[in-house]
């Protein structure tokens, strides 16, 4: 039985229209599940008592599980269970301009990057929709706010479960759904170049992140293997399609590994890869764990490394740190329990 948060308005409309009612209904629907926040169909005074029944017969409203929670100032990081006892992270980051919920897409991750803890545990399974949607509006109820920005850089490659994810921008994107605007989400993808074209017709405006971390198909090779897929021609010439197609700017997201990426022959690489590209940096210090071995690059290193892209007039900032002392690295607190 699938889910109730699976599905976007649209395909609720056409649900009720299928069972001899009126598609006025599906918004009914949406509107006790994202505005009244209820947990189950029987709080649905306005639906009649054989509706409530088409719709227990037909879809669960089963949520995942908060099953812990570490916390420090300004960030909040959250392990959801699921329904099969596999668990995925989303993290909370309170910013100037609001808060902020990274969201995970895959119970574990096939893309192997060296560096990253969620690659560590091999894929297990796509998260399906309603898995995305209910970590936001979990975590909005724990707050009892809004959350106005969304980023799917969680566990998993988001464009590896490519469907699930659309339907996910559909609902939490609609007015009468999460209402969150679509210019305050983004989406990070290693660089799978069939997805990044397919995402160049998505009608909505979600911003285009990109996983980086290397300025040549050399290093990239050594620490992301899917380089070996798609090398970096192969993804720039996608990205430039992209561009092409809806006028956006693209996020480059690198990460700092000590004397693995992080020289001044690296930045100026990096500002030739990028010269021509409507694009800006955004430089990651790394956030180690106690399974892999690289190492965070020092502060005056990577300041030297943004002072070189800044000086070749690249746009480039460096990420606040977030979640230094609660296990905040991608996967990490996922790897904990599953390591117990």
């Not at 409530?52 to 949520?63: E, G, N, T, Y």
């Not at 996910?168 to 660089?191: D, E, W, Y």
């Amino acid at each position: 039985m699938q889910n109730i948060y699976n599905y976007t308005l649209d395909e609720l409309e056409e649900f009720f229209l299928a069972n001899g009612s009126k598609k006025f209904h599906a918004l009914q629907l949406f509107l006790w599940l994202y505005d009244k926040r209820v947990k189950t169909f029987d709080e649905m005074s306005n639906l009649s008592h054989d509706m409530i029944q088409l719709l227990k017969s037909s879809f669960s409203i089963d949520r995942i599980q908060i099953v812990d929670k570490q916390e420090e100032e300004d960030v909040c990081k959250y392990l959801f269970e699921l329904y099969d006892g596999e668990h995925v992270e989303a993290v909370l980051m309170k910013h100037d301009y609001g808060k902020s919920v990274c969201v995970s897409s895959q119970v574990g991750c096939n893309m192997g990057c060296r560096f990253c803890e969620s690659g560590r545990r091999k894929k297990v399974r796509n998260l399906e929709t309603y898995e995305m949607v209910l970590q936001i509006l979990m975590i909005e109820e724990l707050l009892g706010e809004r959350i106005s920005h969304v980023v799917v850089m969680g566990i998993g490659e988001p464009f590896d479960n490519y469907q699930n994810l659309i339907h996910f921008f559909q609902i939490i994107n609609h007015p009468k759904g999460l209402a969150i605007g679509a210019r305050h989400i983004t989406v990070s993808t290693c660089g799978l170049v069939p997805k990044i074209l397919e995402f160049s017709d998505f009608p909505l405006q979600v911003n285009l992140a990109v996983s980086l971390h290397a300025p040549n198909n050399e290093i990239r090779n050594q620490i992301m293997p899917i380089n070996k897929v798609y090398p970096l021609e192969e993804v720039f010439d996608a990205l430039k399609y992209y561009f092409q197609k809806t006028n956006r700017r693209i996020t480059f997201e690198y990460i700092l590994l000590k004397g693995i990426n992080d020289s001044e022959e690296n930045a100026i690489q990096l500002s030739n890869l990028v010269k021509d590209m409507n694009c800006y940096i955004n430089l990651i210090p790394y956030n180690e764990t106690n399974n892999i071995d690289f190492k965070r690059t020092n502060t005056i290193q990577i300041m030297k490394f943004y002072d070189i892209l800044k000086k070749n007039h690249i746009n480039v900032t460096i990420r606040r740190e977030f979640g230094g002392n609660i296990n905040a690295a991608c996967g990490q607190l996922r790897s904990i329990k599953e390591d117990l």
